[in-house]
């Protein structure tokens, strides 16, 4: 066991055949290229037998001596019957990965610590199919976000020249863009015996958003716009941006604040619309310095929930960072622009 020291607090011990193993698998996976699509061939398919397999190939061995040793002519004929049932899984087995093509669709932009899936399609040009194919990450305890996490198999069968789609699913650590994980690819069929797997970089990445705060304050209060005006009217309970009124007959549905509706009545009573004439004299600035005095990743965490959040309402707000600032729009793209500006940054 090899003793390594980390700062002061404690000792950890690493066991050197593994230590040697990680090293060698991340130099053979750094030779691999970045693809997104990938044929398999005899170059790239490996082939090892597994612990049932290598438990028969002991009995097989205790047969054949047990025959030679007592001129058994139905020990030699059950071992060599068994010998060949294993040969010919063999190559049952590497043939059902030899040939098949994958693509990959590389996922949208997820948010950090949520669960990011990608689909992978399997095709078959023979005219057989193939059986239990399954797909993981390679190693999942580098991409997941806590310890002790397990691998998990997205399995199925890929028809006669047809195709199937599987979905492989890993928890990006942290925000920012990142390439998709190392991928594995494995049957056992038909018998167990052996092992065929295949290893795949992907060459897709996947955009990660920092994580919204669960339950951030009410969005900061609007600035007057060059020219100047009055100070911005906020609504008594929620807090949001923009001055409100009473609904008014001909009002467009658009205006109209849902999350009050619920307290009008069957008169319309209580319905409340946005001032829009109020909040074209003043701008939502959702700014870096107005987010809180935690660290940066907190802010970066509060900017998120209050982009969604104002988003949600359909307002016009703008994102001052430290380095650039977006000005105020409104929309799908606006959004996108600046979660991804506060996934970069």
Same mark, same amino acid.
């Not at 397990?150 to 990006?172: I, L």
């Not at 107005?290 to 907190?298: I, N, P, W």
């Given at each position: 066991? !090899?003793?390594?020291?980390?700062?002061?607090?404690? +000792?950890?011990?690493? *066991?050197?055949?593994?230590?040697?193993?990680?090293?060698?698998?991340?130099?053979?996976?750094? %030779?691999?290229?970045?693809?997104?699509?990938?044929?398999?061939?005899?170059?790239?398919?490996?082939?090892?037998?597994? !612990?049932?397999?290598?438990?028969?190939?002991?009995?097989?061995?205790?047969?054949?001596?047990?025959?030679? *040793?007592?001129?058994?002519?139905? @020990?030699?004929?059950?071992?060599?019957?068994?010998?060949?049932?294993?040969?010919?899984?063999?190559?049952?087995?590497? @043939?059902?990965?030899?040939?098949?093509?994958?693509?990959?669709?590389?996922?949208?932009?997820?948010?950090?610590?949520?669960?990011?899936?990608?689909?992978?399609?399997?095709?078959?040009?023979?005219?057989?199919?193939?059986?239990?194919?399954?797909?993981?990450? &390679? *190693?999942?305890?580098?991409?997941?976000?806590? %310890?002790? #996490?397990? +691998?998990?198999?997205?399995?199925?069968?890929?028809?006669?020249? @047809? #195709?199937?789609?599987?979905?492989?699913?890993?928890?990006?650590?942290?925000?920012?863009?990142?390439?998709?994980?190392?991928?594995?690819?494995?049957?056992?069929?038909?018998?167990?015996?052996?092992?065929? $797997? +295949?290893? $795949?970089?992907?060459?897709?990445?996947?955009?990660?958003?920092?994580?919204?705060?669960?339950?951030?304050?009410?969005?900061?209060?609007?600035?007057?716009? #060059? @020219?100047?005006?009055?100070?911005?009217?906020?609504?008594?309970?929620?807090?949001?941006?923009?001055?409100?009124?009473?609904?008014?007959?001909?009002?467009?549905?658009?205006?109209?604040? /849902?999350?009050?509706?619920?307290?009008?009545?069957?008169?319309? *009573?209580?319905?409340?619309? !946005?001032?829009?004439?109020?909040?074209?004299?003043?701008?939502? /600035?959702?700014?870096?310095? =107005?987010?809180?005095?935690?660290?940066?990743?907190? %802010? &970066? #965490?509060?900017?998120?929930?209050?982009? &969604?959040?104002?988003?949600?309402?359909?307002?016009?707000?703008?994102?001052? &960072?430290?380095?650039?600032?977006? %000005?105020?729009?409104?929309?799908?793209?606006?959004?996108? =622009?600046?979660?991804?500006?506060?996934?970069?940054?």
């Amino acid at each position: 066991m !090899r003793k390594a020291s980390i700062g002061s607090a404690r +000792t950890v011990w690493v *066991n050197p055949l593994a230590f040697i193993r990680g090293r060698f698998q991340k130099w053979w996976q750094s %030779k691999l290229p970045f693809t997104d699509h990938v044929t398999l061939t005899q170059r790239n398919v490996y082939i090892l037998p597994t !612990r049932p397999g290598l438990m028969l190939g002991v009995t097989l061995l205790t047969l054949l001596v047990a025959s030679i *040793n007592y001129q058994l002519n139905l @020990g030699y004929l059950l071992t060599f019957l068994l010998a060949g049932s294993a040969l010919v899984g063999m190559h049952v087995c590497h @043939g059902t990965l030899r040939g098949l093509a994958m693509n990959l669709v590389a996922p949208p932009a997820q948010h950090a610590g949520a669960t990011a899936a990608f689909d992978v399609k399997l095709t078959n040009t023979r005219r057989t199919a193939r059986y239990g194919i399954g797909l993981s990450v &390679l *190693n999942p305890q580098d991409v997941a976000a806590k %310890k002790g #996490s397990e +691998t998990h198999w997205a399995w199925t069968d890929v028809p006669a020249q @047809g #195709s199937s789609t599987v979905q492989v699913a890993f928890t990006p650590p942290r925000r920012g863009l990142h390439r998709l994980p190392t991928l594995t690819a494995e049957t056992r069929f038909p018998l167990g015996t052996f092992r065929v $797997w +295949t290893v $795949w970089r992907p060459a897709a990445q996947i955009l990660v958003y920092p994580a919204p705060e669960p339950h951030p304050p009410p969005l900061p209060p609007g600035e007057p716009r #060059s @020219g100047g005006a009055a100070a911005v009217a906020r609504t008594q309970d929620s807090g949001e941006f923009d001055g409100v009124r009473s609904y008014r007959r001909g009002d467009p549905m658009k205006l109209v604040v /849902w999350k009050k509706a619920a307290k009008a009545d069957e008169q319309g *009573n209580g319905l409340v619309v !946005r001032d829009t004439q109020q909040a074209q004299r003043h701008e939502l /600035w959702l700014d870096f310095m =107005q987010a809180g005095t935690a660290d940066t990743e907190h %802010k &970066l #965490s509060r900017l998120c929930a209050w982009v &969604l959040m104002a988003d949600r309402l359909g307002l016009d707000y703008g994102l001052r &960072l430290p380095a650039l600032e977006v %000005k105020p729009s409104s929309g799908e793209a606006h959004r996108r =622009q600046c979660l991804e500006t506060l996934a970069l940054c």
